[in-house]
């Protein structure tokens, strides 16, 4: 895990600096984890994430190799391409995740989408979301799809996915259940300051609505020999 002294990735200067600095974040690794990997040095792995770096493409390699990624992920490459073209990958197989699982790989925080029913039928919406005390929470508009529909306690779906491009597998988890809107002030309080990153679509959102999952499933794409397959 980073050190108390190691900074977070807002303070990264580029675009590669906050993409490594994010990929480490992800995977819980240290600046010295990093580079041992990487066959660099701590100081140096600083350096990417925190300046206008422009290492060569063969520390690229090492570096995308050491995070478990590839060069065109960390460079920006494949940012506007959409997901999953590559081909299937040898002798792939799906298999279930554990609930504890999911709520590892969910992270206490990222983006995901929502499906919920609005007035010209079902829709699926990206959101920003915080995991609080066993509940998805979401900051949304007082008049948004999601917002009215937790007024009634309707249920709606939740899903987060991660895709290897490089290697052909990834993951989903899907939660479902509940979605209510909450107006106590403290617990409105509570859950606003455990919220890791303000709503990526910008102010006017503040209504806290929350997701009491009653089911948490998860599957896994895994390839034999890939990075993280057994």
Do not use: K
Not at 100 to 122: F, I, K, N, Q
Not at 129 to 152: C, E, K, N, W
Not at 220 to 227: F, K, N
């Amino acid at each position: 895990m980073n050190t108390p002294a190691e900074p977070h990735s807002s303070h990264a200067a580029s675009d590669l600096g906050r993409r490594v600095a994010s990929r480490r974040t992800r995977l819980g690794l240290s600046w010295q984890d990093v580079a041992e990997r990487a066959g660099s040095t701590p100081g140096f792995i600083a350096y990417v994430e925190e300046r206008m770096a422009t290492p060569g493409i063969e520390f690229l390699v090492r570096l995308a190799n050491a995070l478990e990624t590839t060069v065109q992920d960390l460079t920006g490459y494949t940012a506007d391409l959409p997901p999953g073209g590559a081909r299937a990958g040898y002798r792939a197989r799906m298999e279930d995740i554990g609930e504890a699982e999911c709520w590892e790989l969910l992270d206490g925080h990222g983006v995901g989408r929502v499906a919920v029913e609005g007035r010209d039928g079902l829709m699926v919406i990206p959101v920003n979301y915080q995991v609080v005390d066993g509940d998805i929470a979401f900051m949304t508009a007082a008049d948004s799809p999601l917002a009215r529909a937790s007024t009634s306690g309707v249920e709606v779906a939740f899903e987060e996915d991660h895709l290897d491009e490089a290697h052909s597998q990834g993951w989903s988890v899907l939660l479902v259940g509940p979605a209510r809107r909450v107006s106590d002030e403290t617990s409105v309080r509570r859950i606003r300051d455990a919220v890791h990153s303000e709503p990526w679509a910008g102010d006017g959102r503040e209504t806290v609505v929350t997701l009491s999952p009653r089911r948490v499933t998860g599957r896994r794409i895994q390839v034999p020999g890939a990075p993280g397959a057994p």
